[in-house]
């Protein structure tokens, strides 16, 4: 089972997409699922349902950041080079998906912040969105990268 797989399991239980995307790489940042989880809560929907950057893409920042971000403000190579990372996925996602944006994704004409309720998910959602696919894909990506540019473990 791949980890596009995964996560696309974890958004048909529920979690949003940024929750799901990060919640399948848990393991492999050393949080456990529950923490990743009420971290990346608030990305969904394109920040809060600000339908505004993607929240499977706001997954993927999460987890490259935590593989090879840095914690020194005075590092500028580390600091460029984990901003070089999320420029090539998101112009992959971008290339392969038109957009990183939440609202274009969904083709929603109306512009600014969504109700805050969120869905309820039944088939007809999941018939309505491209959000599992988005979900999948943003982790399978993720993956593959991760494959061609080891980390270093923490």
Excluded: H, W
């Excluded at 893409?57 to 935590?66: A, H, K, N, P």
């Amino acid at each position: 089972m791949s980890r596009g797989d995964i996560a696309k399991e974890y958004f048909t239980e529920g979690y949003n997409c940024s929750q799901s995307v990060a919640m399948a790489y848990a393991d492999m940042i050393g949080i456990n699922k529950d923490t990743v989880a009420k971290m990346t809560s608030g990305f969904g929907g394109g920040m809060g349902r600000m339908r505004e950057v993607c929240g499977a893409f706001s997954g993927v920042t999460f987890v490259l950041s935590c593989l090879y971000g840095y914690d020194d403000a005075k590092d500028f190579a580390s600091k460029s080079e984990l901003y070089k990372r999320v420029q090539q996925l998101g112009s992959r996602f971008k290339e392969d998906n038109g957009s990183i944006v939440c609202r274009e994704l969904l083709s929603l004409q109306t512009k600014g912040a969504d109700n805050p309720t969120p869905e309820k998910r039944t088939p007809e959602y999941y018939k309505k969105r491209p959000c599992p696919e988005l979900v999948k894909y943003a982790a399978d990506i993720l993956e593959d990268y991760i494959k061609e540019n080891p980390y270093d473990k923490m």
